[in-house]
C-alpha cells in the first residue's frame, strides 16, 4: 500500500504546491450510538413508522458531527417534516401502483411504467435535497443537474444494462457516479469526477475473477460427495451425510459469496473517491481488503450472537474505517480555501430552500 506520499509521487495532479494530506477522522462510538439506535427503534415501532422521519435525522445528525476534518465536523440541516412529506409523497407513488393492479393489468402495466418515469425525478430531488442541508464550517454543499441528464443515468442507461445481460453494468456504475460527484458543489466550487469506464470493468472483473475462483474451489473441495450423489441418483439415496454435506456446501458457497462485498466496497471506494477533485484538491481513499473483510466478518458474528443487538457496534466500527481511511490532499492552504468558498458560497443562491423543502429520497 502507497504512502500519500508514493501516491502523489505516481499520480498526475493538477494542483500546485500540494500541502500535507488532511485525514478524515471519526468519534463515534458505539455505545453513545446504541442509546440512539435503540430509541429510534423502539419509537418508529410504537408510531407505526412515523417517527422514523425524526429517526434520520436524529441518525444522520450524529454521524455528521462525529465526521471532522482539519478539526472541524460536518453538520446536516434536514428536518425531521420535510423528510416526513417527502415519504408520504414516495406512499402515495407506490400506494397507487399497487392500487392500479388491483384495478387491472393494463393500468397496474401503465402505474409501473409512469413509476419508473417518476423514480428518476425522485433521485434527483432527493440528491439535491442531502447535499443542500448538508455543510461544513458554515458552508452548504449543493447539487445541480439537468433532467435530460438525470434520466439518461438514472433511467436510459438501467435499462441498456438490463437488456445488455449487465455487461453495461460497470459503465452504468461510472456515469452514475460521474454525474453524481461533477453535479455536486462545496459553496461555489465543483466537484470533478476523472475514473474511466475501463477503471470499473477491471474492478468489476476483479471482482468477478476472485469470486468465480473460489467457487470453482469449493467445487472441487465437494466434488467427491456430488459424485456419490449422482452415481446413487440421488441425495436421498446418497444418505443423510450426503444431504448434510450439500448443507453445508451451500452454508459455504453463501458465506464465500458473502465474504465478496468487503472486497467489492473497498475496490468501489477507493476506485471513486482517488479520482475525485473539488476544485483543484484531491481525495484519498486506503482501505484494505484484508482490514474491511475482518470487519464485516466479525460484525456479522456479533449481529447473529446478539440476535441484532450488535448492529449498531457494527455499523460504527465500518462507518469508522471507511471516513478514517480518506483523506483530502489540499493544493495550497485548506484554511484559504474555505475562506474562498465562503466568498463564492452566496452564488448558490439560499432560494434554492423553497424548491428542496421536503425529502423524496427511496
Not at 337 to 358: P, V, Y
Request: proline fraction near 3%; aromatic fraction near 14%.
Amino acid at each position: 500500500m502507497l504512502n500519500p506520499d508514493e501516491l502523489l509521487a505516481k499520480t498526475d495532479f493538477p494542483g500546485k504546491d500540494l500541502s500535507a494530506p488532511e485525514a478524515f477522522e471519526f468519534t463515534g462510538s458505539g455505545s453513545e450510538y446504541f442509546r440512539i439506535w435503540i430509541v429510534n427503534l423502539l419509537l418508529t415501532i410504537v408510531t407505526l413508522g412515523v417517527y422514523s422521519a425524526w429517526a434520520k435525522v436524529r441518525k444522520t445528525r450524529y454521524f455528521y458531527d462525529n465526521t471532522i476534518l482539519a478539526g472541524a465536523s460536518f453538520e446536516y440541516h434536514g428536518s425531521p417534516m420535510s423528510i416526513l412529506r417527502g415519504r408520504l409523497v414516495a406512499l402515495a407513488f407506490f400506494g397507487a401502483y399497487n392500487i392500479a393492479f388491483m384495478i387491472s393489468d393494463t393500468a397496474g402495466f401503465a402505474a409501473l411504467a409512469l413509476l419508473g418515469a417518476a423514480i428518476p425525478w425522485l433521485i434527483w430531488k432527493s440528491l439535491q435535497f442531502k447535499l443542500y442541508n448538508s455543510s461544513y464550517r458554515g458552508i452548504r454543499f449543493g447539487f445541480g443537474g439537468t433532467a435530460g441528464k438525470v434520466y439518461l443515468t438514472y433511467l436510459v442507461l438501467p435499462l441498456a444494462t438490463l437488456l445488455s445481460a449487465y455487461l453495461l453494468a460497470p459503465f452504468t456504475h461510472q456515469r452514475i457516479k460521474k454525474f453524481q460527484h461533477e453535479h455536486s458543489r462545496y459553496g461555489g466550487t465543483s466537484f470533478s469526477f476523472h475514473a474511466s469506464a475501463g477503471s470499473f470493468y477491471k474492478a468489476y472483473l476483479i471482482a468477478f475473477l476472485v469470486a468465480l475462483g473460489g467457487l470453482v474451489a469449493i467445487a472441487a473441495a465437494f466434488g467427491g460427495t456430488f459424485a456419490a450423489i449422482i452415481k446413487a441418483g440421488s441425495p436421498k439415496d446418497a444418505g443423510a451425510a450426503a444431504v448434510g454435506t450439500i448443507l453445508i456446501f451451500l452454508l459455504v458457497v453463501y458465506a464465500w459469496l458473502f465474504s465478496l462485498l468487503p472486497l467489492f466496497l473497498t475496490l468501489i471506494q477507493n476506485l471513486i473517491w482517488n479520482h475525485t477533485h473539488l476544485g483543484n484538491h484531491r481525495f484519498m481513499s486506503r482501505m484494505r481488503v484484508g482490514k474491511m473483510a475482518f470487519i464485516a466478518l466479525s460484525n456479522m458474528i456479533g449481529i447473529v450472537a446478539t440476535l441484532g443487538l450488535f448492529i449498531p457496534f457494527a455499523q460504527i466500527r465500518t462507518m469508522r474505517y471507511r471516513i478514517e481511511s480518506m483523506a483530502i490532499l489540499p493544493s495550497g492552504s485548506l484554511d484559504d480555501f474555505i475562506a474562498d468558498a465562503q466568498e463564492n458560497a452566496s452564488s448558490t443562491g439560499e432560494a434554492a430552500a423553497d424548491l428542496l423543502d421536503f425529502d423524496l429520497s427511496l
